[in-house]
């Protein structure tokens, strides 16, 4: 019998909630700490076995997310890492500018 997050990753449907838990995770972070958060944008891309989620809001909230002295882009990297430590899974975000993202 499989059990816990083994069963789930033989779920097509389940295996596709875990996997986007972490973007939600991050897009829900982003969007309440910017002023504009329509204009959050999260991307998911995996390589190798890696996965690599990029995110993008508004050059004028990019301070917001940065934080004084890098401190709110650690800290949600912190949950980001705690989440997928425990789905055993490598996870990395990317800050990327708007501008980047558009063209």
């Known amino acids: 019998m499989i059990t ?4 789930a ?3 097509p ?3 596709w909630i875990y996997t986007n838990a ?21 991307e998911e891309v995996v ?6 989620i990029k995110l993008s809001v508004a050059n004028e909230d990019m301070g917001m997310i940065i ?12 949950l980001l890492k705690i989440k997928a430590i425990k789905e055993n899974k490598r996870v990395y975000l990317e800050l990327v500018e708007q501008d980047a993202i558009n063209g």
């Open 22 to 42: 972490m973007k939600k995770l991050i897009e829900f972070l982003a969007k309440s700490l910017t002023t504009e958060p329509d204009k959050v944008i999260v």
């Open 67 to 78: 934080g004084k002295s890098g401190r709110i882009i650690k800290a949600i990297r912190t």
């Open 4 to 7: 816990g997050s083994l069963w």
């Open 47 to 52: 390589v190798d076995n890696r996965q690599i």
């Open 13 to 15: 449907n389940l295996f």
């Open 9 to 11: 990753l033989n779920q």
